[in-house]
């Protein structure tokens, strides 16, 4: 876990979010590690991915699986997903982020294949990490806190 900014370049006026990286889980021979970053645009999106992919760790794996939701200038909700040939895993994790009630978040799930097929488990093992660190990093328990607070005030 740690938290790490790198500088890419990109426009002066658009520096690239902070990017918080999880823990990785191992299942038979799999490794799965999260990275979760504050999104308010697309150029956050692509920066936070041109960042990540800067790792050579992370651009080698088998697949960045990257999902993102967020309220832009004008209000309205824009979200998407992108399997990065984990057939179905990006729509999953965009569901997750969904029920997890998060805005403003883009969270891309690293996996590399460790030789043994791992079926229906792999799509529990990318949403269990991907849930994991967007509450260790605190998305989670910041947007709870606010709609408590709001919940009180009613």
Known sequence: KQWYQRRVRAHKSHPTPNIYTGSILTER??????????????????????????????????HNIMAYRYVNESGTLAQDY?????????????????????????VVVTRWYGGVLLGPARFKCINN??????????????????????????
């Open 29 to 62: 021979k799999s490794h799965f590690q999260a990275h979760v970053s504050r999104v308010s645009c697309k150029k956050d999106i692509d920066n936070t991915m041109r960042t990540l992919l800067k790792n050579p760790k992370i651009a080698g794996a088998t």
């Open 82 to 106: 992108d399997d990065d040939g984990e057939a179905k895993a990006g729509g999953r994790l965009l569901e997750l982020i969904d029920l997890m009630n998060v805005e403003n978040l883009m």
């Open 129 to 154: 990490i991907a849930k994991t660190t967007i509450i260790e990093s605190g998305f989670h328990g910041n947007q709870a806190d606010a709609s408590k607070k709001k919940k009180k005030k009613k």
